[in-house]
């Protein structure tokens, strides 16, 4: 595996490449990125997958300072999961320039669900995506649906701005006892890692309602907000969106997500559950 730190020495090698599957990543690397590069495997020649940890899509007060950095460590899973080039770039090599003038700013779904709580979260993340789709020049990349509205987001920039760039939804990997895989999870203390599989409870709950028929979506996020309060969760929100454009969900909409953000102490986790109810729905 060669590991690429610039962004010269990346497309010389970029040059010679066939077909490119890219997973871009904030390295701290768990079975839920293995399984995106697993994917990306199935689609292309090599795989290249950049650890990077994006200051752009940090709030305030966010916890980019002690986001956890184990490049060694991420290096090793990824030599031994077959990938061809590990790209580490530092700060100044993706921006040279104190602060980023150009920036890709995504439509209103980026101050909606999660970007209601994390202001300019969703245009640091367009805008670094974009930046390394430009260097890397991949044919197709994966990404996880754990972050849903991310997807989404990504999607919709690569369709808007005619990127050459097929993008490749992957399921949420997830522990033993239903907890989404996420670099964040390390932060849970040993009581708050055992309350965590409440939250994706709550949405097997959800969805199985909905699947049984109920429609009234307000009330049913209403009444899960509640019951994770009641729980001991700080519930930023829960709530039922059309499942392609993450627009409000409508009863009689066939493609719908649940999407739910919540802390426990200090953590922040995100999960989601996509439910087609329509027998012959393919999910994209
Ligand atoms: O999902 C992530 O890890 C990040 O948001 C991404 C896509 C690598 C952009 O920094």
Redesign the pocket.
Known sequence: MHIIHTISELRQWRAQAGRVAFV???GNLHQGHLALVEEAHRRADAVVV?I?V?RL?FGQGEDFDRYPRTLQEDADKLRGAGVAVLFAPDEKELYPRVAQEYNVEPPHLQNELCGRFRPGHFR??AT??CK?FNIVQPDVAC??KK?YQ?LAV?RGMTEDLNMPVEIVPVDTGRAADGLALSSRNAYLSPEERAQAPQLYALLLDMAAQIRGGRQDYAQMEEAAVARLTAQGWEVDYVEVRHGGNLAVAHAGDKHVVVLAAARLGHTRLIDNIEINLDAGFQAA
């Open positions: 871009p990543t904030m950049s990077f994006n899509q640091g993340v670094v995506v390394l990404f996880g972050d991310q990504i």
